[in-house]
């Protein structure tokens, strides 16, 4: 594979690139409609989170419960023990802001609740820091029982959406407010498996990328520019926050790869990165770990100047791989 063929792991520009909420608010208004059971609950923010579609739909089934998401959470736990299928949508932060009712009514409780969480990260903009969820993947991935989902673009969200929907117990799906350009996965990574990550391209004792949420195509545009330099490159796709497959960490280890860059709009504490330096030192297994994401409050601006800032769009990312690069 040439250096320029990593990018064509990228669809065209033909293809439409789409939020991972509006993935959402699609799938939630299709399987509506085949699912009776499905219901879906929002704090007043129907517009931004995508429910307004299921809601004009399927009125009797939708709940808007107002700027109280304790409440909503409490009122899906409920319904999921009258054997509903509940999806309860707000923003992120606002959303596990509500720890202790999440925790104590649906982490305990193995409710069967989808929580959902959109307008992840600093790729939000303008709204500023107080609606930008940084610290959820941190808190989720704590409680026993529930799933951390980070899909990566439409066809990943809408896959895991539709895998959960067989789940027992509760979910969160952390989720973008801007639209993610759409990846060509292979027939295998289509195939839900459970904590597996997506390992797009591989190669031995190479510097690794590992991508979780909205930057995926950042990362192929890094990995391009890396191998035209003449660098070994792996990409890996990390949907999956919890649970998480040992198998992802035996074949990291197999790679052996020089580096391993992971890269988040999360906080660079909790999230992905934390995942990955556990599970390697489980293993007894030490590689060095650039560690890409948030270190600071977020701020306002338009989301291009924001990925910018925090060093989260193509540049940034690779500016800061080549400070932790040492061969």
Not at 225 to 239: C, D, P, T, W, Y
Request: charged fraction near 20%; glycine fraction near 8%; include cysteine.
């Amino acid at each position: 594979m040439s250096s320029s063929q990593l990018l064509d792991q990228l669809t065209d520009s033909q293809v439409k690139a789409k939020a991972s909420r509006a993935a959402f608010g699609e799938f939630l208004q299709e399987f509506g409609a085949k699912n009776p059971r499905i219901v879906a609950l929002d704090a007043d923010l129907s517009k931004s989170t995508q429910t307004q579609h299921f809601a004009k739909k399927f009125p009797d089934r939708f709940f808007n419960m107002g700027i109280a998401e304790a409440n909503m959470i409490g009122v899906a736990a409920g319904l999921a023990r009258a054997d509903f299928i509940p999806f309860a949508a707000s923003f992120g932060c606002f959303l596990t802001g509500r720890f202790d009712q999440i925790r104590m009514s649906v982490s305990f409780t193995n409710a069967n609740v989808r929580l959902i969480g959109t307008h992840a990260g600093v790729g939000i903009g303008e709204d500023g820091h107080s609606q930008m969820a940084l610290e959820d993947l941190a808190l989720m991935r704590v409680l026993p029982h529930m799933t951390v989902l980070q899909p990566a673009d439409e066809a990943d969200t809408k896959r895991l959406l539709e895998w959960s929907l067989s789940h027992k117990g509760p979910c969160y799906f952390r989720l973008t407010r801007q639209n993610l350009k759409a990846v060509k996965w292979s027939t295998e990574s289509q195939k839900v498996k459970v904590g597996h990550w997506d390992f797009l391209h591989t190669e031995p004792n190479s510097i690794m990328l590992v991508n979780s949420g909205g930057l995926l195509e950042s990362c192929i545009k890094v990995a391009d520019q890396l191998r035209s330099e003449g660098h070994k490159v792996s990409i890996v796709n990390a949907s999956w926050i919890s649970p998480v497959a040992h198998e992802n960490f035996s074949k990291i280890a197999e790679l052996k790869p020089q580096l391993i860059v992971s890269v988040e709009d999360h906080y660079t504490v909790g999230g992905l990165a934390s995942v990955i330096a556990e599970n390697l030192i489980e293993k007894h297994a030490y590689f060095p770990l650039c560690k890409v994401g948030v270190r600071d409050f977020g701020a306002s601006g338009s989301p291009q100047d924001n990925l910018k800032v925090y060093g989260l769009d193509p540049e940034g990312i690779y500016q800061q791989i080549k400070k932790c690069y040492k061969k």
